[in-house]
């Protein structure tokens, strides 16, 4: 498990790395650590994503309107799977050109895999994947896609911990933002365990986002009440009972430190000034985002 330096993560202040402008954030991540040492309350990110994964598990993957089922068609489908396949590509030349090139996994993870977007492709690429996801509902319909697509070399968990074998590859894609932070140190840390040595881990998480004044004030609130979510998705989705989907940046300087605690000297960085194969309002939240390509 990964800790601060002088105590565990919740004891610790956290830190942000960059700043553009104002950078009111901090405070509102500090407020954040605060209620959750206070409180000591968990996150029910997890149950949050079920709801989501029942009801709208495509929009939940890459939040934009013709996601939606009720919009769903066969070309904004066949265009969903089309940016998982591009996005694999992408990641597998990073990969070659700069990694390793002759990088064939025989056994890889796609940690938060929901609707098996990637999964599908990475299921060529590697000899089998697991996907990971905490939705029940998502792996039904991506152990659903899968047999769309004739996919026969995956097999899906509920949780991390239940894999025992070390593996070659690891992914994550849009999957961090959405767990609390100190939780999400954690995953990255058991991501270093599970590979093999040369494995290969490619993680992509915010690591800053500029919100409007008063959803930096709202979110600490917000992320932590059940309450106050009721309310916050009444006034912006017009639904009270609508799932709320949390968003949380992740300080790269800690990252960066962990892996090195964890004896990984060698990080690519690749930024995007936008999260280019999920959210439709990533251009209006202006969410700066990273993916790190760590071999162990
Ligand atoms: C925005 S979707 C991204 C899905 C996939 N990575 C993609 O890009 O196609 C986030 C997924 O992460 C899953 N997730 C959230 N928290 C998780 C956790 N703690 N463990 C595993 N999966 C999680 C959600 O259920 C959801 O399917």
Known sequence: MWRFQGGSRSDSAPSTAFS???????????????????????????????????????????????????????TSRQEFFASGEQYVNEIFGVISSNIDGGFSPSLGIDFGCGVGRIVIPLSKRCGRVIGVDVSPSMIVEAKRNCVLFNVTNVDFVNELAKIEQKVDFINTYTVLQHIRKDIGMDIIDEFIEKLNPSGIACIQ?????????????????????????????????????????????????????????????????LTDKYDKYGAEDAHTYRTYSARLFVQK
């Not at 040492?37 to 929009?59: C, F, N």
């Open 20 to 74: 553009h402008g104002p950078d009111l954030s901090q405070s509102s991540e500090d407020l954040t650590e605060l209620t959750n040492r206070v409180s000591g309350v968990l996150a029910d990110s997890d149950v949050e994503w079920e709801r989501i994964g029942k009801s709208e598990p495509y929009w939940g993957v890459a939040t934009k309107e013709r996601y939606k089922m009720k919009n769903i068609t066969p």
């Open 205 to 269: 998480f915010p690591y800053f986002s500029r919100r409007s004044m008063m959803k930096r004030i709202l979110k600490p609130i917000v992320d932590r009440s059940g309450l106050a979510r009721k309310m916050y998705n009444a006034i912006i989705m017009k639904d009270a009972k609508a799932p709320y989907m949390m968003s949380t940046d992740y300080d790269i300087t800690e990252i960066l430190r962990l892996l090195s605690e964890k004896n990984i000297n060698k990080v690519l960085v």
